[in-house]
Protein backbone atom coordinates (compact mmCIF):
# COMPACT_ATOMS: atom_id res chain seq x y z
CA UNK A 1 0.00 0.00 0.00
CA UNK A 2 0.71 3.22 -0.98
CA UNK A 3 0.73 6.90 1.07
CA UNK A 4 0.33 10.22 -0.69
CA UNK A 5 3.14 11.49 2.11
CA UNK A 6 5.42 8.80 0.89
CA UNK A 7 8.58 10.31 -1.72
CA UNK A 8 7.39 13.87 -1.09
CA UNK A 9 9.58 17.08 -0.39
CA UNK A 10 7.83 18.58 2.11
CA UNK A 11 10.34 22.09 2.36
CA UNK A 12 14.19 22.33 1.76
CA UNK A 13 14.89 20.64 5.16
CA UNK A 14 12.11 17.92 4.97
CA UNK A 15 12.21 14.74 2.55
CA UNK A 16 10.24 11.82 2.92
CA UNK A 17 10.87 8.32 1.27
CA UNK A 18 8.73 4.70 2.22
CA UNK A 19 7.10 3.34 5.01
CA UNK A 20 8.49 0.35 6.74
CA UNK A 21 6.51 -2.16 8.98
CA UNK A 22 8.10 -2.97 12.52
CA UNK A 23 8.62 -7.28 11.87
CA UNK A 24 6.63 -8.84 14.53
CA UNK A 25 4.42 -6.19 15.45
CA UNK A 26 1.96 -3.85 13.70
CA UNK A 27 3.88 -0.38 14.04
CA UNK A 28 4.74 1.37 10.96
CA UNK A 29 7.05 4.48 10.45
CA UNK A 30 7.89 6.19 7.46
CA UNK A 31 11.14 6.97 6.45
CA UNK A 32 12.75 10.81 6.22
CA UNK A 33 15.58 12.76 5.67
CA UNK A 34 16.05 16.01 8.01
CA UNK A 35 18.23 18.54 7.38
CA UNK A 36 19.40 21.32 10.11
CA UNK A 37 21.46 23.82 10.51
CA UNK A 38 25.21 23.28 10.48
CA UNK A 39 24.34 19.72 10.66
CA UNK A 40 24.83 16.16 9.20
CA UNK A 41 21.80 15.23 6.87
CA UNK A 42 19.37 12.98 9.49
CA UNK A 43 18.54 9.69 7.65
CA UNK A 44 15.59 8.75 10.63
CA UNK A 45 11.64 8.14 10.58
CA UNK A 46 8.55 9.33 12.41
CA UNK A 47 5.89 7.33 13.81
CA UNK A 48 2.87 6.39 11.50
CA UNK A 49 1.09 3.96 13.44
CA UNK A 50 1.87 2.90 16.95
CA UNK A 51 0.48 0.01 18.78
CA UNK A 52 1.50 1.36 22.55
CA UNK A 53 1.15 4.97 22.14
CA UNK A 54 -2.52 5.56 20.57
CA UNK A 55 -0.78 7.27 17.45
CA UNK A 56 -2.47 6.31 13.82
CA UNK A 57 -1.55 8.00 10.67
CA UNK A 58 -2.31 5.50 8.32
CA UNK A 59 -6.25 7.05 7.40
CA UNK A 60 -5.28 10.42 8.09
CA UNK A 61 -5.54 13.43 5.44
CA UNK A 62 -2.26 14.38 3.76
CA UNK A 63 -2.00 17.79 5.45
CA UNK A 64 -2.54 16.05 9.22
CA UNK A 65 0.21 13.73 8.53
CA UNK A 66 2.96 16.76 7.16
CA UNK A 67 1.69 18.83 10.08
CA UNK A 68 3.15 15.46 12.44
CA UNK A 69 5.94 15.25 10.49
CA UNK A 70 7.28 19.50 10.60
CA UNK A 71 6.56 18.60 14.91
CA UNK A 72 8.37 15.77 14.47
CA UNK A 73 11.65 17.49 12.76
CA UNK A 74 11.12 20.39 15.12
CA UNK A 75 11.45 18.11 18.58
CA UNK A 76 14.11 16.29 16.84
CA UNK A 77 16.36 19.26 16.27
CA UNK A 78 19.21 19.14 17.91
CA UNK A 79 18.71 22.48 19.64
CA UNK A 80 16.38 20.68 22.08
CA UNK A 81 19.36 18.08 22.99
CA UNK A 82 20.19 19.85 26.34
CA UNK A 83 15.93 19.99 26.99
CA UNK A 84 15.93 16.43 26.26
CA UNK A 85 18.53 14.83 28.04
CA UNK A 86 17.64 16.91 31.13
CA UNK A 87 13.81 15.55 31.32
CA UNK A 88 15.30 12.04 30.98
CA UNK A 89 17.72 12.35 33.60
CA UNK A 90 15.03 13.63 35.74
CA UNK A 91 12.77 11.31 34.34
CA UNK A 92 14.84 7.92 35.47
CA UNK A 93 15.61 9.50 38.72
CA UNK A 94 12.23 8.21 40.03
CA UNK A 95 12.42 4.94 38.53
CA UNK A 96 13.54 1.50 40.09
CA UNK A 97 14.38 -0.16 36.52
CA UNK A 98 17.72 -1.87 36.58
CA UNK A 99 16.75 -3.43 33.43
CA UNK A 100 15.42 -0.42 31.30
CA UNK A 101 17.81 2.27 32.10
CA UNK A 102 20.85 0.53 30.92
CA UNK A 103 19.18 0.20 27.79
CA UNK A 104 17.80 3.31 27.50
CA UNK A 105 20.95 5.02 27.74
CA UNK A 106 22.46 2.93 25.03
CA UNK A 107 19.88 4.05 22.77
CA UNK A 108 19.79 7.87 23.56
CA UNK A 109 23.49 7.94 23.14
CA UNK A 110 24.44 10.86 20.71
CA UNK A 111 26.70 11.85 17.88
CA UNK A 112 28.60 14.74 17.58
CA UNK A 113 25.61 16.75 16.33
CA UNK A 114 23.26 15.43 19.17
CA UNK A 115 21.55 13.21 16.72
CA UNK A 116 20.68 9.66 17.77
CA UNK A 117 21.60 6.95 15.46
CA UNK A 118 20.60 3.25 13.88
CA UNK A 119 22.18 0.38 16.43
CA UNK A 120 22.60 -2.48 15.04
CA UNK A 121 21.59 -4.70 17.79
CA UNK A 122 24.57 -7.20 17.24
CA UNK A 123 27.80 -5.36 17.69
CA UNK A 124 26.41 -2.41 19.50
CA UNK A 125 26.48 -1.68 23.66
CA UNK A 126 22.28 -2.94 23.13
CA UNK A 127 23.49 -7.15 23.30
CA UNK A 128 25.82 -6.05 26.17
CA UNK A 129 23.36 -4.01 28.42
CA UNK A 130 20.71 -6.66 27.49
CA UNK A 131 20.51 -10.39 26.13
CA UNK A 132 16.81 -10.07 25.71
CA UNK A 133 16.51 -6.46 23.93
CA UNK A 134 13.24 -6.93 21.51
CA UNK A 135 11.37 -7.53 25.01
CA UNK A 136 13.65 -5.10 26.87
CA UNK A 137 12.78 -2.86 23.66
CA UNK A 138 9.11 -3.51 23.84
CA UNK A 139 9.09 -2.70 27.65
CA UNK A 140 10.23 0.93 26.96
CA UNK A 141 7.80 1.63 24.65
CA UNK A 142 4.72 0.33 26.48
CA UNK A 143 5.69 1.23 30.05
CA UNK A 144 8.10 4.36 29.51
CA UNK A 145 6.09 5.63 26.35
CA UNK A 146 9.64 5.52 24.20
CA UNK A 147 9.03 5.99 20.63
CA UNK A 148 11.76 3.19 19.33
CA UNK A 149 11.79 2.17 15.53
CA UNK A 150 13.38 -1.23 14.21
CA UNK A 151 14.02 -2.75 10.92
CA UNK A 152 16.46 -5.05 9.22
CA UNK A 153 19.54 -3.45 7.55
CA UNK A 154 23.06 -4.04 6.88
CA UNK A 155 25.42 -3.27 9.19
CA UNK A 156 28.92 -2.29 7.82
CA UNK A 157 30.51 -3.04 11.10
CA UNK A 158 29.49 -6.79 11.52
CA UNK A 159 28.97 -7.57 7.68
CA UNK A 160 25.35 -8.78 8.10
CA UNK A 161 21.77 -7.81 7.70
CA UNK A 162 20.92 -7.66 11.53
CA UNK A 163 17.63 -4.97 13.68
CA UNK A 164 18.77 -2.13 13.85
CA UNK A 165 17.14 0.30 16.25
CA UNK A 166 16.85 4.22 16.85
CA UNK A 167 15.25 5.98 19.83
CA UNK A 168 12.83 8.78 18.27
CA UNK A 169 13.53 11.80 20.60
CA UNK A 170 9.98 13.37 20.31
CA UNK A 171 7.27 13.40 23.65
CA UNK A 172 6.61 9.87 25.31
CA UNK A 173 3.59 8.46 25.08
CA UNK A 174 2.94 5.38 27.49
CA UNK A 175 0.75 2.49 27.20
CA UNK A 176 -2.95 3.14 26.97
CA UNK A 177 -2.75 6.77 25.82
CA UNK A 178 -5.80 7.87 24.42
CA UNK A 179 -6.13 9.28 20.45
CA UNK A 180 -5.86 12.97 20.29
CA UNK A 181 -9.00 13.58 18.13
CA UNK A 182 -8.29 15.11 14.43
CA UNK A 183 -8.10 19.10 13.86
CA UNK A 184 -9.49 20.21 10.65
CA UNK A 185 -6.52 22.66 8.75
CA UNK A 186 -9.36 25.25 9.04
CA UNK A 187 -9.78 25.06 12.67
CA UNK A 188 -5.85 25.04 13.28
CA UNK A 189 -5.63 28.54 11.23
CA UNK A 190 -8.37 29.81 13.53
CA UNK A 191 -6.37 28.77 16.87
CA UNK A 192 -3.05 30.41 15.52
CA UNK A 193 -4.77 32.99 14.60
CA UNK A 194 -6.69 33.17 17.73
CA UNK A 195 -3.64 33.80 19.74
CA UNK A 196 -2.28 36.23 16.98
CA UNK A 197 0.49 33.80 16.17
CA UNK A 198 1.97 34.14 19.62
CA UNK A 199 3.86 32.01 21.61
CA UNK A 200 2.18 31.78 24.99
CA UNK A 201 5.31 31.28 26.85
CA UNK A 202 7.87 33.83 25.72
CA UNK A 203 4.87 36.34 24.09
CA UNK A 204 7.16 35.91 20.90
CA UNK A 205 5.23 36.56 17.61
CA UNK A 206 6.09 34.05 14.98
CA UNK A 207 5.19 34.71 10.93
CA UNK A 208 1.84 33.33 9.89
CA UNK A 209 3.37 30.95 7.82
CA UNK A 210 5.88 29.61 10.47
CA UNK A 211 6.01 26.06 11.75
CA UNK A 212 7.80 26.92 15.39
CA UNK A 213 3.84 26.22 17.11
CA UNK A 214 1.88 23.42 18.98
CA UNK A 215 -1.47 23.69 19.57
CA UNK A 216 -1.05 22.78 22.81
CA UNK A 217 -4.05 21.10 25.18
CA UNK A 218 -3.89 23.01 28.39
CA UNK A 219 -4.96 19.82 30.56
CA UNK A 220 -2.21 17.44 29.96
CA UNK A 221 -2.79 14.04 27.91
CA UNK A 222 -1.15 11.79 30.59
CA UNK A 223 -4.14 12.38 32.40
CA UNK A 224 -7.24 11.84 29.59
CA UNK A 225 -9.47 9.02 31.18
CA UNK A 226 -11.96 9.21 28.42
CA UNK A 227 -9.82 10.88 25.33
CA UNK A 228 -10.27 13.90 23.46
CA UNK A 229 -12.84 16.00 23.48
CA UNK A 230 -14.27 16.10 19.47
CA UNK A 231 -12.17 19.72 17.77
CA UNK A 232 -14.82 20.67 15.46
CA UNK A 233 -14.37 23.37 13.07
CA UNK A 234 -17.17 25.19 14.60
CA UNK A 235 -15.82 25.24 17.86
CA UNK A 236 -16.68 28.97 19.44
CA UNK A 237 -13.58 31.10 20.37
CA UNK A 238 -14.15 30.73 23.92
CA UNK A 239 -14.13 26.81 23.24
CA UNK A 240 -10.69 27.07 21.40
CA UNK A 241 -9.03 29.54 24.59
CA UNK A 242 -10.81 27.12 26.86
CA UNK A 243 -8.85 24.21 25.41
CA UNK A 244 -6.18 25.65 23.60
CA UNK A 245 -2.92 27.77 23.81
CA UNK A 246 0.44 28.18 21.51
CA UNK A 247 3.30 26.84 22.51
CA UNK A 248 6.57 26.56 20.18
CA UNK A 249 8.61 22.78 20.18
CA UNK A 250 11.11 23.38 23.19
CA UNK A 251 8.06 24.98 25.55
CA UNK A 252 6.04 22.39 24.71
CA UNK A 253 8.77 19.60 25.56
CA UNK A 254 8.96 21.58 28.96
CA UNK A 255 5.70 21.35 29.38
CA UNK A 256 5.42 17.85 29.13
CA UNK A 257 8.24 17.36 31.66
CA UNK A 258 6.90 18.81 34.33
CA UNK A 259 3.61 17.40 33.58
CA UNK A 260 5.31 13.48 33.80
CA UNK A 261 6.55 14.60 37.03
CA UNK A 262 3.13 15.91 37.91
CA UNK A 263 1.56 13.11 37.16
CA UNK A 264 4.57 10.29 38.96
CA UNK A 265 4.76 12.51 41.75
CA UNK A 266 2.13 14.76 42.44
CA UNK A 267 4.39 18.03 42.17
CA UNK A 268 3.18 21.15 39.89
CA UNK A 269 5.38 21.99 37.42
CA UNK A 270 7.34 25.96 38.28
CA UNK A 271 7.39 29.23 36.21
CA UNK A 272 11.25 28.52 35.60
CA UNK A 273 12.09 28.23 39.33
CA UNK A 274 8.91 30.92 40.75
CA UNK A 275 6.77 28.63 42.47
CA UNK A 276 3.78 30.78 42.97
CA UNK A 277 0.36 29.70 42.55
CA UNK A 278 -2.80 31.21 42.09
CA UNK A 279 -5.49 28.68 43.07
CA UNK A 280 -3.77 25.93 45.75
CA UNK A 281 -0.09 25.11 45.86
CA UNK A 282 2.89 22.95 44.03
CA UNK A 283 0.95 19.63 45.09
CA UNK A 284 -1.93 18.39 43.09
CA UNK A 285 -5.04 18.18 44.44
CA UNK A 286 -7.10 16.94 41.65
CA UNK A 287 -10.51 14.22 42.91
CA UNK A 288 -8.29 11.90 40.87
CA UNK A 289 -5.37 11.13 38.09
CA UNK A 290 -8.38 12.69 35.76
CA UNK A 291 -9.45 15.47 37.42
CA UNK A 292 -8.61 18.90 35.56
CA UNK A 293 -9.71 20.95 38.50
CA UNK A 294 -6.18 19.48 39.98
CA UNK A 295 -4.22 21.25 36.85
CA UNK A 296 -5.75 24.79 37.39
CA UNK A 297 -3.49 27.59 39.19
CA UNK A 298 -0.26 25.82 37.64
CA UNK A 299 1.73 28.20 35.36
CA UNK A 300 1.82 25.20 32.57
CA UNK A 301 -2.25 24.86 32.42
CA UNK A 302 -2.69 28.06 31.17
CA UNK A 303 0.62 30.15 30.92
CA UNK A 304 -1.35 33.44 29.83
CA UNK A 305 -3.24 33.72 32.43
CA UNK A 306 -1.22 32.90 34.97
CA UNK A 307 1.82 35.38 34.11
CA UNK A 308 -1.35 37.72 34.24
CA UNK A 309 -2.37 36.99 37.37
CA UNK A 310 1.46 36.75 38.58
CA UNK A 311 2.02 40.37 37.63
CA UNK A 312 -1.32 41.70 39.31
CA UNK A 313 -0.13 39.96 42.41
CA UNK A 314 3.40 41.69 41.96
CA UNK A 315 1.37 45.23 41.18
CA UNK A 316 -0.80 44.75 44.81
CA UNK A 317 2.27 43.53 46.62
Known sequence: MSYSFENLKINDNIQTFTVFNVEKMPDMFLEVEFSYPRCRKFETCVPIYEKYQGI?????????????????????????????????????????????????????????????????????????????????????????????????????????TTPHDMLLRIGKMKSGAKDKKPMPNSLKKRIKGLFAYTDACFNVTYPEASNAFIIDHKFPATRWAAGESPNYSTMTDEEIANKFQLLTNQTNLQKDRYCERCFEKGIRGDFFGIRWYPVGDEKWRGANNSDENGCIGCPWYDLALWKKQFNEFLDEN
Open 56 to 160: DYTNAEKDDVVDWIISCYEQMAPSNADVWNNGEAEYWETKNAEQAKPLFEVLNAEDRYHLTEWLCRQCTDISMVNSQAASRIRALKQQHGYHIATKKCFCETCGK
